[in-house]
């Protein structure tokens, strides 16, 4: 049993990262980098910094019960909890009362990109939601995921060949059908199509990904989205019970965060790359949402 993740889970990481961690475990020299296959066996207790997953992760709960942030909310998972971490997202805390097992699936930006055309106008339901981050499936549905995902394992373990890519590319498709069906699709049709507001909210959060280290204004999001600030609060309100701001804010301080805790670059220097006027004013909006100065905040997370 381990209290903590390893020390180099404190940072931002992409799937080639936990691939070499979890298959070194294993004894796996040169794992494929574009898609992983893991299990979690044991307790969970983490963390003190967020992390950020460059790449998709399907994680699905097969024992046991715990708490997951992802985002701007806490989830609660149990048995048959499938989890979504969205590319470029965040996990500020994950803990268990007990063991748990927990099985996953990661891949590389490049491979979703690559499926990404043959599921046109599916995939935002799926990684761009964030109502979904954590769901749970009945007993017949988590088994169908996990055959998927047991299959997706067996063949990132096998031999090298011309073909290997291609098949975990479309074993990777056939997975996110999979969990699309169960979440979104009848025999009627689509069930849950997105609303304009939900489409909205999506489209925010993408822009948020791209431009939070630079831009915190409300504003400058409505514009890029073509609706007003009051509007654009108003869906973030009414869909995640934060405000477009609350939003924004909570993007800059996991971002803050992980520099604080990961890297060594200055005070200063973070404030720099988040475009705050001086360290000051860096220091006071990091204090006001999380109560810790920022010194004080890397050093609790180094300790």
Same mark, same amino acid.
């Given at each position: 049993m381990m209290d903590k993740l390893d020390p180099e889970f404190f940072r931002t990481f992409d799937i080639s990262d936990i691939s070499r961690y979890f298959n070194r475990r294993k004894g796996i020299k040169d794992p494929e980098k574009y898609a992983v296959y893991y299990e979690v066996d044991n307790a969970i207790n983490r963390m003190e910094a967020p992390i950020r997953v460059l790449g998709l992760t399907i994680a699905l709960c097969l024992e046991g019960e715990g708490v997951v942030g992802i985002g701007v909310k806490k989830?609660?998972?149990t048995k048959n909890s499938l989890m979504m971490l969205n590319p470029n997202q965040? &996990?500020?805390?994950?803990q268990s009362a007990g063991s $748990?097992?927990?099985?996953?699936i990661g891949c590389n930006l490049e491979l979703i990109e690559s499926i990404m055309p043959r599921i046109s106008g599916f995939?935002?339901?799926?990684?761009?939601?964030?109502?979904e981050s954590v769901s749970s499936l009945s007993e017949e549905n988590s088994l169908? *995921?996990?055959q998927y995902m047991r299959l997706i394992g067996e063949k990132l373990k096998g031999a090298d060949s011309p073909l290997k890519r291609t098949k975990i590319s479309n074993l990777v498709q056939a997975l996110l059908y999979e969990i699309i069906e169960k979440h979104y699709v009848s025999k009627d049709g689509i069930e849950k199509p997105?609303?304009?507001k939900e489409e909205i909210l999506s489209n925010f *959060? *993408?822009? $948020?990904?791209?431009?939070?280290?630079?831009e915190r204004s409300v504003s400058f999001y409505a514009d890029r989205l073509c609706v007003t600030p009051k509007h654009l609060?108003? &869906?973030a309100k009414e869909i995640t019970s934060h405000t477009a701001g609350e939003l924004i804010d909570h993007y800059v301080i996991m971002e803050a965060k992980i520099m604080l805790a990961e890297t060594a670059l200055t005070i200063q220097e973070i404030a720099n790359k988040l475009n705050f006027a001086n360290q000051s004013f860096f220091g006071k909006y990091f204090k006001h949402l999380t109560g810790y100065s920022p010194s004080v905040f890397r050093r609790m997370a180094s300790e």
């Open positions: 989830f609660k998972f965040y &996990v500020h805390s994950l $748990v097992r927990i099985i996953a995939l935002p339901l799926l990684i761009h939601n964030p109502i169908d *995921i996990q997105q609303s304009r *959060i *993408i822009e $948020v990904l791209q431009n939070f280290r630079s609060s108003a &869906v």
